[in-house]
């Protein structure tokens, strides 16, 4: 079983429907990252979390530490925001902080 | 302003040449890592750098290196690239400061191809 298990792994969804996209891990962490990639391959950050909620513009974020799960919620979708959406878990060590990532949910928005 | 820079962003070899991967960073940072993210996975980690202390994964292959020659500048090295090294290869980087700064920034990857 994956340390970071991320759900759904594809989600077709209309332009201005509501999205979510669940994240569910399994080990200690010091916080998860939300990460979004579009095809052609760079990952930019949407989200560092290690408690309660972000927003930032029409994205929001949340985390429950006692649950290990977050969510990644897009309101009011857009073609746009088509791309792979990717949670990512960090945990720290001597030699600096690790990322532990999961599969990633392929995002299709269609206009 | 670029802050993670990765070139070349695509790269063609043949199968068993070897071939150097650059990236470059503006931040500062401490942590300078690698990861291969092959089609439809997650990035998976190779190494990373915390200065100039060199941290390898267990299940790196040995065909993989890495300098970092100094703070801005480091690379990738694939000795005798086989068709299954086709893939993206991601440099990233982190402060190494107290957990609150430790966000991993990513450059733009480079896409390798193996002929």
């Known amino acids: 079983k994956n340390e970071v298990e991320q759900s759904p792994q594809n989600l077709t969804a209309q332009e201005g429907e509501f999205i979510t996209i669940n994240c569910s891990y399994s080990?200690?962490?010091?916080?998860l990252h939300w990460l979004q990639q579009h095809p052609g391959g760079g990952i930019v950050s949407l989200f560092m979390?290690?408690?309660g909620k972000k927003k930032h513009g029409r994205l929001i974020a949340t985390i429950n530490i006692q649950e290990k799960h977050s969510s990644l919620h897009i309101t009011a979708s857009h073609p746009r925001d088509s791309a792979v959406y990717i949670c990512?878990?960090?945990?720290?060590?001597?030699?600096?902080?690790?990322?532990?990532f999961g599969e990633g949910t392929q995002l299709t928005v269609n206009p | 302003d670029a802050m993670v820079i990765q070139n070349p962003r695509y790269q063609v070899t043949q199968f068993g040449k070897p071939v150097t991967l650059s990236c470059s960073q503006t931040?500062?940072?401490?942590?300078m890592y690698w990861y291969q993210q092959k089609s439809s996975q997650a990035p998976k980690l190779l190494f990373h750098?915390?200065?100039?202390?060199?941290?390898n994964e267990a299940d790196t292959p040995d065909n993989f290196q890495s300098r970092r020659p100094n703070t801005s500048f480091c690379f990738l090295d694939i000795r005798s690239p086989g068709l299954g090294d086709a893939a993206m290869y991601l440099c990233?980087?982190?402060?190494?400061?107290?957990?609150?700064?430790?966000?991993?920034?990513f450059g733009p990857g480079t896409r390798l191809t193996v002929l």
């Open positions: 990233a980087t982190s402060s190494g400061l107290p957990i609150s700064y430790n966000e991993q920034f």
């Open positions: 080990v200690g962490i010091s916080a």
């Open positions: 979390l290690s408690s």
């Open positions: 990512a878990v960090r945990r720290e060590g001597a030699s600096g902080s690790r990322l532990t």
């Open positions: 931040l500062n940072h401490n942590v």
């Open positions: 750098y915390y200065d100039k202390d060199f941290n």
